[in-house]
Nanobody, 119 residues
Framework: QVQLVESGGGLVQAGGSLRLSCAAS????????MAWFRQAPGKDREFVAS????????LYADSVKGRFTISRDNAKNTVHLQMNSLKPEDTAVYYC????????????WGQGTQVTVSS
């Protein structure tokens, strides 16, 4: 399995930017598609974005499309989520995970990093 640790969250004003990072351990990182999820208080976990091996293989939730960019560096075992034009509704704990079955099964969840966007 892969162990994941998220970082980069914080407090930001609406319209601002944050860059999240997900550091992975293990030697099978490049074998998996990677994904970011988020969970706001009182709400279910929500898919944000995912990325495959190739740079063009990315998926985004409609709510973040055009504002967020997911990227990965397999040599450094790292996944990033660049978040621009942040809105208060983006406030949540953000998690990264490995994708074991396309769109359905995720594993190796990190502890999450808090993102708070003030208006």
């Amino acid at each position: 399995q892969v162990q994941l640790v998220e970082s980069g969250g914080g407090l930001v004003q609406a319209g601002g930017s944050l860059r999240l990072s997900c550091a992975a351990s293990g030697r099978t990182f490049s074998s998996y598609r990677m994904a970011w999820f988020r969970q706001a208080p009182g709400k279910d976990r929500e898919f944000v974005a995912s990325i495959g091996f190739s740079a063009g293989s990315t998926l985004y939730a409609d709510s973040v499309k055009g504002r967020f960019t997911i990227s990965r560096d397999n040599a450094k075992n790292t996944v990033h989520l660049q978040m621009n034009s942040l809105k208060p509704e983006d406030t949540a704990v953000y998690y990264c995970a490995t994708e074991r079955q396309l769109g359905t099964l995720y594993a190796d969840w990190g502890q999450g990093t808090q993102v708070t966007v003030s208006s």
